[in-house]
């Protein structure tokens, strides 16, 4: 859950390990899909396992296996249409950063809060803007399980 342009917003979370240390999340809106619908995902990239507070870093949204502590975030529009692209905002006056409260290796059970702002991607293909140009997500508080083997 958090604020998304200082509206309420719910996704859904899954994670898997990206090594041993960190894990990939992908986060998708929640609500139904709908053939000419839009949801958004938002990506952060081999985020570590252990408690703290992280910097984000802007990533190239193709990357390969992404940079590390990274996090993008993307609306597709329809089943075939390609979406929006959004990367990190590279203003000093922003917050891009994300906190790990708690990480139980046996359960595997990763709390945090995240606070990140995106802008659209200049190289982003999309055929017509939907969208707004900044998306500032704040206050976000997650807790994931980790799926799959290290």
């Not at 992908?26 to 570590?48: A, D, K, Y």
């Not at 802007?58 to 296996?65: Q, S, V």
């Not at 905002?89 to 702002?117: F, M, V, W």
């Not at 997500?137 to 799926?147: E, L, P, R, T």
């Amino acid at each position: 859950m958090a604020l998304k342009n200082k509206q309420e917003w719910s996704a859904s979370p899954t994670a898997t390990f990206f090594n041993r240390d960190s894990i990939n999340v992908m986060v998708e809106e929640c609500g139904s899909f709908r053939t000419h619908g839009e949801v958004q995902w938002l990506s952060i990239n081999q985020l570590p396992v252990k408690t703290g507070n992280y910097p984000l870093q802007i990533t190239r949204w193709d990357a390969l296996n992404g940079t590390p502590l990274s996090a993008w975030l993307y609306t597709r529009i329809g089943e075939n249409t390609t979406g929006e692209r959004y990367n990190l905002c590279r203003s000093t006056s922003e917050i891009n950063e994300i906190s790990i409260d708690n990480y139980n290796p046996k359960t595997r059970q990763l709390d945090g809060h995240l606070n990140a702002t995106f802008v659209i991607d200049p190289e982003s293909d999309s055929p017509g803007r939907s969208q707004p140009d900044t998306i500032r997500i704040h206050d976000a508080i997650f807790s994931v399980v980790v799926n799959g083997a290290i």
